[in-house]
């Protein structure tokens, strides 16, 4: 049964720009464990006191999960691994011929020596021990059995099979890993792919499949460059496709926006599983035939992630998709007059980039001259932001409006400096931009007021 190693506190903090506090990996480490996973790798202890921290707090919480700390090869970082109260440390030494000569000046002769003792050293104080051929995948292959067996007969039971430069394809992945399977003496085979071609989880997937243990994850994808397999792709891509039971996929949205959130690191809509569009349905052709049956154009039903599916209506939509969403409120229109509000729908032009429900049930308001009296399920709102007095409000403004669910931004006077429109989905997502707004440099405080009902003025 595959097993999940996550390493969003490790490989996760290793992306450019992203920090997490003590407390934020400790809770990060709390929502992992209630998917799971198997092993968190909880970070290298010798990077910083802050890092060691919050591995030694994570270790104190007597999770399901195995607790790892990442070390290179040396004393010290060992000390501190286990110093840590960490259940195992990963020791990574890199073998490839590039990075003996250009980074370690070592011969693989040296190599193998460091390594062994290192392992002997980490056992020797009663740690589990992973070893990682760092870019294991551009390493002459003799010698990665080689050095892999050295470090099984030191004390490793887990080697990490690491494409650090995910230069792999699924099909050499497969044909590799059969091969150190043959050669490697008994050990847990660990997968770490980085995803620097886009192939990350196809890879894992196809070395799984060749007898290894192992998949190493980050949610969201994090990690150094393009990073490695996202976690809630992996485990839904077990999950659904190879009938892999054991994950909880529950806690995976909110472990995914929790991240946005404390990496600042925002999903591309397009992102599957956890992205905003991954259940939205745009084309007649496609919301009719949804809305008629969902298995029609859904891989998968998204309420095993507690998600809904979304009808997206705009110049594209049919009547179907119309008629339902005004179903959706109670709203009853003939035929007749479902044909002018399609064609309006149709007509409002390419300078709107999304209609909301506010403006269809605007649309329908207009065509049938009947009030509706209902309040709109996504929302519209009006933040309200004060700027700290040494801050030009034009930079506060200026990365408002790189917000893409900002609609239009004025500079005010009054007890605020700046007004902005913003248009949302559901509560969850006017709370996240909140919140992502507050991390804006020169906010000093922001009031909301959500949007009840829209009128439009005289020009209009
Ligand atoms: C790195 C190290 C590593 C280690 C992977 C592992 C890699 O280069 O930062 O220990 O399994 O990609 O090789 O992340
Ligand atoms: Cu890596």
Do not use: W
């Amino acid at each position: 049964m595959v097993e999940i190693l996550d390493t969003t506190l490790r490989e996760g903090e290793q992306t450019p720009y992203v920090n997490f506090t003590v407390d934020e990996k400790v809770e990060i480490a709390r929502m992992l464990d209630q998917t799971g996973v198997d092993m968190i790798e909880a970070g290298d202890p010798s990077v910083s006191p802050n890092v060691a921290k919050a591995i030694e707090r994570i270790a104190s919480l007597d999770l399901k999960a195995e607790i790892v700390a990442h070390s290179i090869a040396s004393r010290p970082g060992i000390d501190r691994a286990k110093a840590c109260g960490a259940d195992r440390v990963a020791i990574f030494y890199a073998t490839s011929k590039i990075h003996l000569d250009a980074k370690l000046h070592k011969t693989p002769e040296q190599a193998i020596d460091i390594i062994r003792e290192h392992i002997a050293y980490a056992r020797s104080l009663g740690l589990k021990v992973r070893y990682t051929p760092e870019d294991a995948t551009r390493t002459d292959f003799e010698f990665l059995v080689n050095v892999c067996n050295a470090a099984i007969e030191a004390g490793a039971d887990r080697i990490s099979f690491a494409d650090t430069l995910g230069i792999m394809q699924p099909h050499q992945m497969e044909e590799r890993v059969r091969e150190l399977r043959l050669k490697l003496l008994p050990c847990q085979m660990d997968l770490h792919c980085h995803n620097d071609y886009g192939l990350a989880l196809a890879n894992a997937m196809a070395g799984i499949r060749a007898g290894a243990d192992c998949i190493h994850t980050t949610v969201n994808g994090l990690g150094e460059r393009t990073g490695i397999p996202d976690l809630a792709e992996t485990i839904v891509a077990f999950h659904n496709l190879e009938g892999v039971q054991k994950f909880n996929l529950r806690p995976l949205m909110n472990l995914s926006s929790y991240l946005e959130k404390a990496s600042g690191f925002l999903l591309a809509p397009n992102k599957p599983i956890t992205g905003q569009n991954a259940f939205s349905h745009k084309s007649g052709v496609h919301t009719n035939g949804i809305l008629k049956d969902p298995r029609t154009y859904e891989a998968f039903d998204p309420a095993i992630l507690g998600r809904e599916r979304k009808i997206v209506i705009d110049k594209y939509t049919g009547r179907t998709a119309v008629a339902s969403r005004l179903d959706e409120y109670g709203i009853e229109v003939s035929a007749a007059e479902l044909e002018v509000i399609v064609s309006r729908i149709k007509n409002i032009g390419d300078t709107r980039k999304q209609l909301f429900d506010a403006d269809i049930l605007e649309i329908a308001e207009q065509v049938t001259g009947r009030e509706n009296d209902v309040i709109p399920h996504d929302i519209s709102a009006m933040l309200m932001v004060e700027v700290e007095s040494h801050v030009y409000t034009s930079s506060v403004v200026r990365r408002l409006r790189g917000f893409t669910n900002v609609a239009n931004v004025y500079e005010v006077t009054g007890d605020y400096d700046i007004s902005a429109f913003v248009n949302v989905e559901n509560v969850m997502a006017l709370n996240n931009l909140i919140e992502e707004i507050r991390t804006v440099t020169g906010v000093k405080r922001t009031e909301t007021r959500m949007v009840l009902k829209k009128y439009n003025g005289n020009g209009k």
